[in-house]
């Protein structure tokens, strides 16, 4: 399963180029991938067969809300997952972004696909704890390493945007939960092989 990372920018002004925070948002998510958290990586939690391939940077407008393409940056070979079990490709976990701020157009989500059959608990079908820590662990020390690295923390901090009222949130915490979701798209996109019996 190949994936692209689309990542949004919103220009507030100050100097800063939209190609490097490109190269920046790879080679953040790639360290991400291999740092250790407790005893596990967040490749581990990942499905050898789950690769990523690009980062697409959009550049939001703050006034309209209308984004362009304005960077990409692409990922070494066989950036991805290490376990050799996956569960279905339209399975996958939410990642909640947390602002402290009350009210809904206040947090955000990812979801992240091409797990690994490692992540479920086999007697409750839920995800393991110590494994959604380390996705948790893995998308802040991401979110993170993609603003310090720039040398300019103001220009590139992690927010939560809201197109009601044009608001920007700094993201403050990150939390997975232990249910495992479906993205319907993903699903939707099946050929699906049907078996049936008649009733005598």
Known sequence: MTHT??????????????QDH???IRDAWT??????????????CLADTTDYRDV?????????????????????PNTGGIDNA?????????????????GRRN?????L?????SLVDQTTGRCKSARAATIAQAVAKFLQASRDQTGDIDAFRAVVYSRVGQVTSPITRVTVG???DVQRRRRASLVEVRQGANVP
């Open 5 to 18: 990372i689309y990542y949004r920018d919103v220009s507030l002004g100050g100097s800063y180029n939209l």
């Open 22 to 24: 490109a190269n920046q």
């Open 31 to 44: 360290l991400a991938l291999s740092t250790i958290y407790g005893t596990d990586t967040m490749a581990s």
């Open 56 to 76: 697409i940077l959009y550049d939001i407008d703050p006034v309209t809300g209308r984004t362009s393409t304005a960077a990409q940056a692409t990922f070494a």
């Open 86 to 102: 996956h569960l279905p490709s339209e399975v996958a976990l939410a990642v909640t972004l947390n602002t402290g701020i009350p």
């Open 107 to 111: 947090r955000g989500r990812v979801f």
């Open 113 to 117: 696909g091409g797990l690994s059959t």
């Open 178 to 180: 232990d249910v495992m």
